[in-house]
Nanobody, 127 residues
C-alpha cells in the first residue's frame, strides 16, 4: 500500500513557475512508476508527465519544454517543476503510482493504469 500526498499548489500569474511535490509512504517507492495528472471541472483526468523507476520520462505534448518531472528516491518524493505557466494549466494536479513498470510509454498516459492516487493540489494561473 502506498499513500501519496501532494503539495506546492497555489495561485501564480501567467509566465510564472511552481514546483509541486508528491511525497510517498512505503519502502518500495523507487520501484514505482510515478505520474502527474490534472483535472478541471467536468473533464476527465489528463496525463501531464510520468517517470519510470529507472528514470525514463514521458511528457504530454502540451507541457513539453515547460514542465519537468523528477524523483528523489532517497526522499520518496516526485516533483513537477512547472515553468512558463499558462491560464490553461489551471487544474487540480494529482500524482499517481503504479508497480507496473515494464510497459511502454503510452501505458503511463492512462489514468486507469495507476493503482494509487493522492488527494490533489490546486494550481491556478491568472492571466
Amino acid at each position: 500500500q502506498v499513500q501519496l500526498v501532494e503539495s506546492g499548489g497555489g495561485l501564480v500569474q501567467a509566465g510564472g513557475s511552481l514546483r509541486l511535490s508528491c511525497a510517498a509512504s512505503g519502502r518500495t517507492f523507487s520501484s514505482y512508476a510515478m505520474g502527474w495528472f490534472r483535472q478541471t471541472p467536468g473533464k476527465e483526468r489528463e496525463f501531464v508527465p510520468a517517470v519510470k523507476s529507472g528514470g525514463i520520462t514521458y511528457y504530454a505534448d502540451s507541457v513539453k519544454g515547460r514542465f519537468t518531472i523528477s524523483r528523489d528516491n532517497a526522499k520518496n518524493t516526485v516533483y513537477l517543476q512547472m515553468n512558463s505557466l499558462k491560464p490553461e494549466d489551471t487544474a487540480v494536479y494529482y500524482c499517481g503510482a503504479t508497480r507496473r513498470t515494464l510497459y511502454s510509454g503510452s501505458y503511463y498516459f492512462r489514468e486507469q493504469n495507476y493503482e494509487y492516487w493522492g488527494q490533489g493540489t490546486q494550481v491556478t494561473v491568472s492571466s
